[in-house]
């Protein structure tokens, strides 16, 4: 029934009294559901989005900027200038070039397993070796170390090590000939950054030894790879006269030394 009917006078005066009293109830109802004290204000804590910490592909390596020395960038990185020139294979005295690539931390050393020691046994008898043979004497050669490392190269020795002049050995060859790594190790330089070497690549063996492989006329390895002992690395290059000639050098621990103290035999 709506209000209308409700007021029609066709319904009894007391049943429209009741029924607008019923209305005027809900109505007050009605208002005071529907009132509503202020709502507090809600505060929301911002939201700080984490950034992902993105790691540096070239971590432990440095290009040199205008103006700068090794010094000064082994200083930067608090290194001894000594440090940052022995792991570029450099002098401390020597420049370096705007662009040159430079390692700032020390390389990871490849690990190597302990061989096991091996088991005591029965002593052996001794035998007493016989009489060396009488034969005619050989000129002196250097000593080698158990011909550790295997000839680069099959060419011949034209140019010898020097300790004034000379930091390695030049070998004779053909342009484009193979260059095989001497032992098995690391490549911890493969480019042309450093002029006087033209194409370089440098092999790190141990903590101590490293081979350095120069002028050649295409590079075969990229940095940090793994090599084996005779994987061709290299194709070799010729001299100002342009013949083939591969420069091969061994450092002891920074120092060069005479390549011919680890090969087989001295080539004429």
């Not at 046994?121 to 050669?141: F, H, I, K």
Request: net charge positive; charged share 20%.
């Amino acid at each position: 029934m709506n209000l209308t009917q409700t007021l029609s006078p066709r319904v009894p005066f007391g049943c429209r009294l009741l029924l607008l009293s019923a209305l005027a109830a809900g109505l007050a109802g009605c208002a005071t559901k529907g009132a509503r004290g202020p709502s507090a204000a809600v505060v929301e804590a911002p939201v700080v989005e984490a950034q992902s910490a993105v790691a540096d592909p070239n971590a432990g390596f440095y290009r040199v900027k205008p103006g700068e020395t090794l010094s000064g960038i082994a200083n930067a990185f608090g290194r001894a200038p000594a440090q940052v020139a022995r792991w570029n294979h450099l002098s401390v005295t020597d420049a370096v070039t705007t662009g040159q690539v430079l390692r700032v931390a020390p390389p990871a050393e490849p690990s190597a397993k302990a061989a096991p020691r091996p088991k005591a046994g029965p002593a052996s008898p001794a035998v007493t070796a016989p009489p060396p043979l009488q034969s005619s004497p050989t000129p002196p050669t250097s000593p080698t170390k158990s011909a550790r490392f295997i000839w680069p190269v099959s060419g011949a020795v034209k140019g010898k090590y020097s300790d004034s002049r000379s930091r390695g050995i030049v070998l004779d060859g053909r342009p484009g000939e193979p260059v095989k790594a001497a032992e098995g190790g690391r490549v911890v330089f493969a480019g042309d950054r450093i002029k006087a070497y033209g194409r370089l690549i440098v092999l790190k063996h141990d903590a101590h030894l490293v081979t350095a492989y120069a002028n050649n006329r295409k590079l075969l390895v990229t940095e940090g790879a793994v090599v084996t002992q005779g994987q061709t690395i290299a194709e070799m290059g010729v001299d100002a006269s342009g013949k083939g000639a591969l420069k091969f050098e061994v450092r002891d621990d920074g120092k060069p030394v005479d390549p011919l103290t680890y090969l087989p035999k001295p080539r004429s």
